[in-house]
Each structure stands twice: as structure tokens, then as C-alpha cells.
């Protein structure tokens, strides 16, 4: 019996045999390392590299559980990852990196190494900053998002994509911690910091207008089948170097609201924002790292947005939805999910199950009950207000100063 003709949990020495035995003249002769690197929930991530490190590859294995629970889990995210990156490198070719090899047996993606990249996560607890990244953003949610739209498809190919990308396992995910659980916590998953417990009672559990709001979010997840959607892209899930971007990590991709993805995005920015203001103490280094912020939350939503109205310019065959009246309409529907999904990002992660480090690094206990007031404020404003107030980027950094000044 072959050594990888079934799935196991491989070791860094089994990953190194893998990498020789399926792409036997990537590297050469020679001795080669490898690292597990990956710190997500989900999956294992390895980094294959020659001694002298000059050439290196990516492996993401996907177990038949889940790395951080051992729960049982589908591992058909795999595919769908490696068929939703050739689909996103194909249109975006600049943001999304090369895929050698997809291994359904091992449940292995092979791809480009982009270490040279730093993940934006970090990078943006560090208060860097990158000139392009809004821009860069912006483009590839356009590309992605809207070419794979019924605007842009013809109907067979959008049906068939519909279906191929059927993600049950992933969404059931999302159904529950991002729009269920942070606002009925029905089977008290919710982790709350200590001193915002009455904060939160009040402010989600008890307001039935948002509990309404986000029932209606979470009914446009299930049932808005708009765009082949990357279904998880926040700052972890980007990496970035001056002048490039990269996105990663698409196993929650399915056939979704084009606002979801736009909406995350949004949230991130938010959470480092927030978190620069109660950790940076000089103020004109502050005022400097959230302007910078704003404008890139703003060039990614702005920017999407007149990205997208060019390529349906272009790109938009049925005479029933071209023209501006349609164009506007339509994506005016997508800005208004965005400022609603970007709500329930922000609140999932701040009372949710599934944390993120922008947050949990503020240890100081009233810095981070400040920081986590601002993004569930914000947050309400964002879900609430969507259909009145955020047609533009700007508005996001408004609110957000606006609910900082208060608290």
C-alpha cells in the first residue's frame, strides 16, 4: 500500500516525502526543511524550503477534523479552496498566488510560497501602513466579486458554479458564529471580558431591533446567491509587502452576498483602528496610523465601487441589467451589505467564540473593555443605519469617530 493513499495527519518528515514524491523536480537534489506555520482553526499549513532557503512551496492539509476542536468535519473545503483559487488567480492574477498541485486524496493544496509577504494581521497590530492596499483591495474584490456575478457569467456558467461550489460544512460555520450565536448565544458559546457582561446583555442580547437586523443578514447569506464569494477574507487572510497583496485561504468560499467579503474587510480595518486608539499614546502617531485607516477603508470601499461599476460597463451582456438606474441600484444593494455584514463581523469576533489577536492583545482590562465597546457601537451603527448612511467609505471612520468620542 502507498504511503499517501489516504488521508493521515502528517508530520513535517511526511510532508517533505510528499512534496518529493508528488513534485519530484520542483527542487532538485538536496536536503529540504519544513515548518508548520499555520495559525488558524482549521487546517495545517507547512512551508517546504531547500537548505539555502532560495526556493520554497506551501502545503495546506486538511484533516478529517478540525484542528482546533477535533470535531468531524467535511474535507471537501479543500477542494473547493484549490478550485476557487484558480478561479480568483485567474481573475486577479496580481492578488492571488499560484497553485502547483490539489491532492483530493490528502486533501493537499500545493501552492507559491509569498513569505516575503507579511500577514496583514500583525502588520496592522504593528501600525504599519501601505499605500497601496486599499487600492489593491478594491481591485481584487471588484475582479472576483462582480465577474462572477449573473451580470457578468452567462447563466450556464453561473449555475454551474452555483453548484460546484455548494459549501454546506463551512456555512453552517458562519450561520452560527458570525449571525446566531453573538446575538441569541443559544448554546452559550459566547466568551464575554470580564466587566462588559452587562454591557453586552443590554447592548445585544436585549436590543430586538438588532436581533431583527442581523435575523435578516443572516436570511441574505443563506439565500443571496450574487457572487462566488472568498466566504472568510479578513486581515489574517491577506498578506501584503509594499506595492503587493496577496489573499489567501478561501475554504469558506460559496455562492454568497458580494457584501460579506466587502463587509470583512471593512471590519478589520475597524478592529485596527480601534485598536490603535486605546494603545498608541502619542497622539499625533494616533491621529497618523487612523487617518491612514480611514483611507483605506475608504479607497477599498470607494474603490470597489467604481470598479464595479466599470467592469458591468464593460462586462454586462443582458440588456435588463445594464444602464446606470440598474448599476446604481445594484450596487447600492451591496454597499448596504457591506455595512451590515461588516456590523456582525465586528460583533461575532468581539463576544463570539472565535477571537482575533487585534483584540486579544490589549491586555490592560480598561483599554480593552474600551476597545471592545467601540467595535459593538460602531458595529450597531454599521447594521441599524445600512440603508441610509454608507454609500461611501468615508462614513465607516465617521461613525467611528463619532461612538470614540463618547465612550
Not at 184 to 192: K, Q, S, V, W
Not at 202 to 221: I, N, Q, W
Not at 294 to 314: H, M, N, P, W, Y
Request: hydrophobic share 40%; with cysteine; charged share 25%.
Amino acid at each position: 500500500m502507498a504511503k499517501f493513499d489516504h488521508n493521515f495527519s502528517m508530520t513535517p518528515e511526511d510532508t517533505i516525502e510528499y512534496v518529493r514524491e508528488k513534485l519530484p523536480d520542483f527542487f532538485g537534489p538536496g536536503t529540504l526543511t519544513c515548518k508548520e506555520i499555520g495559525d488558524g482553526n482549521i487546517n495545517y499549513v507547512y512551508r517546504v524550503a531547500s537548505e539555502d532557503g532560495k526556493k520554497s512551496l506551501i502545503v495546506k492539509h486538511a484533516e478529517t477534523v478540525v484542528r482546533s476542536s477535533g470535531q468531524q468535519t467535511s474535507t471537501d473545503r479543500n477542494r473547493i479552496e484549490a478550485e476557487i483559487l484558480g478561479i480568483q488567480r485567474e481573475l486577479s492574477p496580481a492578488h492571488v498566488p499560484e497553485i502547483y498541485l490539489y491532492d483530493p486524496v490528502m486533501c493537499c493544496v500545493v501552492m507559491q510560497d509569498i513569505g516575503d509577504h507579511e500577514n496583514l494581521r500583525y502588520a496592522l497590530i504593528a501600525h504599519k501602513t501601505y499605500p497601496t492596499l486599499g487600492q489593491d483591495l478594491a481591485d481584487f474584490m471588484a475582479r472576483t466579486l462582480i465577474c462572477t456575478t449573473d451580470l457578468v457569467l452567462t447563466p450556464d456558467q453561473k449555475k454551474r458554479y452555483t453548484g460546484q461550489f455548494i459549501n454546506p460544512a463551512m456555512c453552517a460555520i458562519s450561520e452560527r458564529l458570525v449571525l446566531t450565536d453573538p446575538y441569541r448565544n443559544p448554546a452559550g458559546r459566547n466568551r464575554i471580558f470580564p466587566g462588559n457582561e452587562a454591557f453586552v446583555q443590554r447592548e445585544l442580547y436585549g436590543d430586538e431591533a438588532l436581533c431583527l437586523e442581523a435575523g435578516k443578514l443572516k436570511m441574505a447569506f443563506q439565500t443571496k446567491a450574487q457572487s462566488l464569494i472568498h466566504g472568510d477574507l479578513h486581515s489574517g487572510s491577506i498578506f501584503v509587502k509594499p506595492g503587493s497583496t496577496m489573499v489567501l485561504d478561501p475554504e469558506f468560499a460559496f455562492y454568497g452576498p458580494a457584501g460579506y467579503d466587502v463587509g470583512n474587510v471593512v471590519a478589520h480595518f475597524v478592529f485596527a483602528w480601534a485598536n490603535a486608539e486605546v494603545t498608541i499614546t502619542d497622539p499625533e502617531e494616533k491621529k497618523a496610523f487612523q487617518r491612514w485607516v480611514e483611507q483605506t477603508l475608504e479607497e477599498s470601499v470607494d474603490g470597489f465601487a467604481q470598479r464595479a461599476e466599470a467592469i458591468l460597463d464593460k462586462g454586462c451582456q443582458d440588456p435588463m441589467f445594464r444602464g446606470e438606474g440598474f448599476t446604481r441600484w445594484y450596487l447600492e444593494d451591496i454597499l448596504q451589505d457591506t455595512a451590515g455584514f461588516a456590523g456582525t463581523e465586528l460583533i461575532r469576533r468581539v463576544v463570539g467564540s472565535a477571537k482575533v489577536k487585534d483584540l486579544e492583545c490589549v491586555q490592560e482590562p480598561s483599554a480593552r473593555l474600551r476597545m471592545e465597546r467601540i467595535c459593538i457601537l460602531a458595529a450597531k451603527a454599521f447594521i441599524l443605519n445600512r440603508g441610509t448612511g454608507f454609500a461611501r467609505g468615508r462614513c465607516y471612520g465617521e461613525v467611528l469617530r463619532g461612538v470614540a468620542a463618547k465612550i
